[in-house]
């Protein structure tokens, strides 16, 4: 049997608080506190979750610019952790990413041939191929010219900045693509315009994606799958279009109810502002979305519901869903 | 798109020329290399023969800017330390930037003790008086020319050491890195390839005026004796001579001083336009 595409196993990640003084540790706070899914070749998946759930810590571990404090993350059966640096740049040519911010992901002193063609130039020779002739490939599987090469950023828009970092994460021919907030800094009528052209090339490349978005309609057009995150951890998974067609967790449910519509419609039911981000009430006890959750029952504060299945396919981090 | 390009290039140039005080230090600046230059092949007199016949002369036309009190033409022993000061202020300069660059990258590139360890070093540097540090080495490695130029040098250090490592650290936070690194390149392809060119537009413009004031303690250092000895004119040196004889001939003082003012002042005009021209958050004009 084939490993999946991308494994992670339980991972959990701190971070310190600056120490309040200086012969006292800084407070840890869990960015993620066990964390685990799969992903099969050719089912994208979408983490959505609120600011502070985090979803950027995941996709900066999985990209291995962190090292996990417990877990793993296995990239085709293998930790990137532990593989020897001649192993890992071979793994590393199937693992690009695309970050949010287009104007701080390309270097404005490079000229775009020399962006896009970047991750060749760690491959051995064969490998490597005609470098500019896989840049115009590149760039024009994202609508670009290969006159652009010559062009520097700044000369570009948002938009096609983001297919720029696209084309860039695309030309190692990787097998799976980290986007973190691929079109959150871009005009909604750009937008659409960048989705489209991943959703292109998933068909085309055979390119999977890791999509983290707040935007359930952005998940909802690029991925088979979907996982949410509250706090650090998964509380629903499931294929995308019947989790967002019919949610079975509390906060899934919040999410969808606040997602902006054009038709106004009356709301189920009315969720509580977001409180701070950090440890759930009573450090490890209970369900970390009591406290905001209108169902929630004397159990909830007791007892942490564990992810289990509760439809064929779906599984729910929750007491009563 | 490529009208944009287009109309790019010559905007920047026009705002070249709008600049008067880049353009001032520029000339300046221009003048005080043609004139060290010109001084290497061709000087209207030695500018260390001795001739006691003609001693403290008026300009004139024979001597443009007169002679002093061992009869040297003063004109020719400027345009002579010009190439002195010129000389101490690149590779002062040189050696600061080397040291300090290579300090500052690699402590912003490798983070924890090591950054701890060449940033204490740049403050204990730093704590010393320039011109303390300066006559220390020179009292230490003796007078002369090259002392001096490592004395200068050595104080050029940690101020490149710091300016590099703060300037590459902001970079080292930008999603391009975390690209790169993605590529799997190391810390050193990392800062030579995105680091350094985007803090390359900073050190020159610290560089500019960390040479100005090369120039200013070439010539502190060489008016208590203790820089460019004699015979080879230095401009500090003029000004001490010229102490002397200061209410008899005070021109004496007067052209070497001005040498140093029109010196320093192109090369801080120079610095501040070139700053205004590549940094664009002080982008003004």
């Known amino acids: ?3 999946p595409l991308l494994a992670v196993e339980e991972l959990v990640r701190r971070y310190r608080r600056p120490r309040a003084f200086p012969w006292r540790r800084g407070e840890a706070v869990a960015a993620l506190s066990g964390v685990s899914f799969a992903i099969a070749r050719g089912r994208s998946l979408g983490i959505v979750g609120e600011s502070g759930s985090g979803k950027s810590t995941l996709a900066r ?9 417990a877990g793993r993350v296995l990239f085709m059966g293998e930790d990137l952790a532990e593989a020897p640096p001649a192993r890992l740049r071979q793994l590393r040519r199937g693992l690009q990413m695309v970050f949010q911010d287009p104007v701080g992901s390309l270097d404005p002193r490079h000229r775009v041939g020399r962006i ?6 760690m491959l051995d020779g064969a490998a490597r191929g005609d470098r500019s002739a896989r840049v115009a490939a590149a760039l024009r599987s994202v609508g670009l010219g290969a006159s652009d090469a010559q062009r520097y950023p700044h000369e570009f828009s948002g938009g096609q900045r983001q297919r720029i970092a696209i084309a860039r994460a695309l030309i190692t021919r990787p097998a799976l693509i980290v986007a973190d907030e691929p079109v959150s800094a871009l005009d909604v009528s750009v937008q659409a315009q960048v989705l489209a052209v991943m959703k292109a090339l998933a068909a085309e490349h055979e390119v999977t994606y890791l999509l983290i978005s707040h935007d359930l309609a952005v998940i909802a057009y690029v991925t088979v799958d979907v996982a949410v995150m509250y706090r ?30 054009l038709v106004a419609g009356r709301r189920r039911h009315r969720t509580r502002p977001a409180a701070p981000p950090g440890e759930p009430a009573a450090a490890g006890r209970g ?9 929630a029952q004397p159990r909830c504060r007791e007892e942490a519901p564990a992810l289990r299945e509760v439809a064929p396919g779906r599984r729910a981090a929750c007491h009563f869903p | 798109m490529s009208a944009v390009a287009e109309r790019g290039r010559p905007a920047r140039r026009r705002r070249v020329f709008r600049h008067w005080g880049l353009v001032c230090g520029a000339i300046l600046t221009a003048l005080l290399l043609l004139i060290a230059l010109v001084s290497l092949v061709w000087t209207p007199h030695s500018a260390t023969a001795i001739d006691l016949t003609q001693r403290l002369l008026p300009p004139s036309p024979r001597h443009w800017l007169g002679t002093d009190h061992f009869g040297r033409d003063i004109a020719s022993m400027l345009m002579v330390g010009a190439q002195n000061s010129i000389l101490v202020g690149i590779v002062a300069v040189a050696i600061g930037v080397a040291l300090g660059v290579s300090l500052g990258l690699l402590a912003a590139a490798q983070g924890g003790w090591a950054e701890e360890a060449a940033m204490r070093l740049a403050d204990f540097t730093f704590a010393f008086p320039a011109v303390l540090s300066a006559i220390l080495i020179t009292a230490l490695l003796g007078p002369g020319a ?14 490149f050491a710091r300016l590099t490592r703060g300037a590459a650290r902001a970079i080292w936070t930008r999603d391009f890195i975390l690209a790169t690194r993605a590529a799997g390149k190391g810390g050193l392809r990392i800062t030579l390839e995105h680091v350094l060119p985007n803090i390359a537009s900073i050190l020159i413009v610290q560089a500019t005026i960390q040479f100005a004031l090369a120039i200013l303690a070439e010539a502190g250092l060489s008016y208590i004796g203790l820089g460019t000895q004699p015979p080879f004119p230095s401009w500090g040196r003029m000004l001490n001579e010229a102490q002397t004889f200061l209410f008899l001939a005070p021109r004496l003082a007067i052209f070497p001083g001005l040498a140093i003012v029109a010196a320093v002042l192109g090369l801080n005009l120079l610095g501040d336009g070139l700053r205004d021209l590549l940094d664009p958050r002080l982008r003004r004009f």
Do not use: W
Request: charged share 20%.
């Open chain 1, 1 to 3: 049997m084939t490993p």
């Open chain 1, 116 to 121: 896009v063609g970047e991750p060749l130039d």
């Open chain 2, 146 to 159: 090259v002392n001096s130029i490592i004395a200068i040098g050595i104080f050029n250090v940690p101020v």
């Open chain 1, 61 to 69: 571990l999985v990209m291995g610019f962190e090292r996990p404090d």
């Open chain 1, 232 to 261: 650090g951890a998964i509380v629903e998974t499931g294929p995308t279009a019947a989790v967002l067609e019919r949610p079975l967790h509390p906060y899934s449910q919040a999410l969808k109810e606040a997602a902006p519509r």
């Open chain 1, 287 to 295: 369900c970390a979305y009591a406290e905001r959750c209108p169902l």
